[in-house]
C-alpha cells in the first residue's frame, strides 16, 4: 500500500513527478532542433523525416502531459517549455509556409503558364487564373 504523501495528506493537489514528463518533452526539443537545422539546410529528405519523428513524439508528449493534467497537474517549469516548444512548432511552420510560397512564385516565374489562343469578351486574350489561398 502506498502512503500518502504530506502534500496529498494536506488536501492539496500533487503534482506529477517531472521526470515523467521530461522524457517526451526532451525528445520534443531535440526533433524540433533538428527540424530546424534541415530547414537551414533546407534538405528536403531530413525536413521530411525529422518533421514526421516530430508528430510522433509530440503526440506522445500530449498524451503524457493531458495524463499529468488529470492527476493532478504539471509543473509550472514544464508547461512553460513545452509552450514554448509550441511557439516553435508555430514559428517554424510559419517559415515553411513562408519558404513554399517563395517557391511557387519563383515557378510561376521561371515557367510562365502557356497561352490558350483563347479570346475574352473584351477581345483581349484570356488570363489563367491560379488557384492559392492566404491564411492570416
Known amino acids: 500500500m502506498q502512503q500518502a ?3 496529498a495528506a494536506a488536501g492539496l493537489v500533487p503534482v506529477m ?3 515523467e514528463l ?5 525528445e520534443v526539443e531535440a526533433c524540433l532542433s533538428a527540424l530546424g537545422e534541415a530547414l537551414l539546410r533546407r534538405d528536403s529528405a531530413a525536413v521530411e523525416q525529422h518533421a514526421s519523428r516530430l508528430q510522433q513524439v509530440l503526440q506522445q508528449a500530449i498524451a503524457s502531459f493531458g495524463e ?4 493532478g497537474g504539471v509543473p509550472p517549469q514544464l508547461r512553460h517549455r ?5 511557439g516553435r512548432v508555430a514559428a517554424q511552420r510559419e517559415t515553411l509556409a513562408r519558404a513554399t510560397a517563395a517557391l511557387d512564385r519563383a515557378m510561376d516565374v521561371l515557367m ?3 497561352p490558350t489562343g483563347l479570346y475574352g469578351a473584351s477581345g483581349k486574350a484570356e488570363r489563367k487564373s491560379y488557384g492559392g489561398f492566404f491564411q492570416a
Open 5 to 7: 504523501t504530506p502534500i
Open 17 to 19: 513527478p517531472e521526470i
Open 68 to 71: 499529468a493534467a488529470r492527476a
Open 22 to 26: 521530461e522524457g517526451p518533452l526532451v
Open 112 to 114: 510562365p503558364a502557356e
Open 82 to 86: 513545452l509552450v514554448a516548444a509550441g
